[in-house]
């Protein structure tokens, strides 16, 4: 599609918010003001960073993590414990705690972001926010960043009750903006939650791919346009 569209939804974590910067950094430095006697730092980071990975790669529990962030790491830090042979589940959730307090001070919109959302308002353009996730913590991040004032309709999985690519999501949000989907953009960084969910109903999708990496061969969709930043976004609009 080129030109204006008429309405765009639009992804937050990892395509408005940067959420992985300065995660390990995060980590670490509640590992080395939490970490039992004796045991160096470090070691507790690469035990975490292997949980954490091993919990976010099954779906089920992904779900479950999303729908608890606190709860979630507070669990992967109770296995990267065990695999240690540490048993002090106090500590662990101290590490927990202090790292997912970190993180809601430290996340921050991407360079441009903000700048990009103010340029598509101008315009008159009409947007949705669509995130997945719980409800706390979503409505606290877009909250601390004003995000709500850029929106027209924002839908959160943890007050939805469906979380992308659930088709229904994109349904809400088309229907909220009263915008059929073949005139409406998708903009975000998961190939499966955000462009796959909103290629099925037609809608023009453009994937922000931060790596530059490309698209992966794995893929099973082709997103119609590909930015490496969100701030690529206005060289579409014309």
């Given amino acids: 599609m080129n030109g204006v569209p008429a309405a765009i939804l639009f992804d937050m974590d990892g395509t408005i918010l940067d959420w992985q910067s300065g995660m390990d950094e995060s980590w670490l430095a509640s590992c080395e003001k939490h970490a039992p006697a004796g045991i160096a730092p470090g070691g507790v980071l690469a035990a975490i960073q292997s949980r954490r990975t091993w919990f976010w790669e099954d779906a089920a529990r992904a779900l479950r993590g999303r729908m608890d962030l606190d709860g979630a790491s507070r669990e992967i830090v109770r296995h990267a414990f065990a695999d240690l042979g540490l048993l002090d589940h106090d ?39 669509i995130t997945n996730g719980e409800a706390r913590s979503q409505r606290r991040s877009i909250e601390r960043h004003a995000l709500d004032g850029y929106f027209d309709c924002i839908v959160i999985e943890g007050e939805f009750g469906a979380g992308k690519p659930d088709e229904r999501v994109f349904r809400h949000a088309l229907a909220t903006l009263t915008c059929d989907p073949a005139r409406a953009w998708m903009v975000g960084d998961s190939l499966e939650a955000d462009i796959e969910g909103a290629d099925a109903l037609g809608v023009h999708t453009v994937w922000v791919d931060a790596a530059g990496h490309g698209l992966p061969a794995s893929a099973r969709v082709t997103p119609g346009r590909i930015i490496t930043t969100i701030a690529g976004l206005l060289d579409g609009l014309e």
Wanted: no cysteine; aromatic share 6%; glycine share 6%.
């Fill in 91 to 129: 500590i662990a959730h101290r590490i927990a705690d202090d790292y997912r307090a970190a993180r809601a001070r430290t996340i921050a919109p991407y360079p441009g972001a903000i700048d990009t959302l103010e340029a598509v308002r101008a315009r008159g353009i009409p947007m949705a926010l």
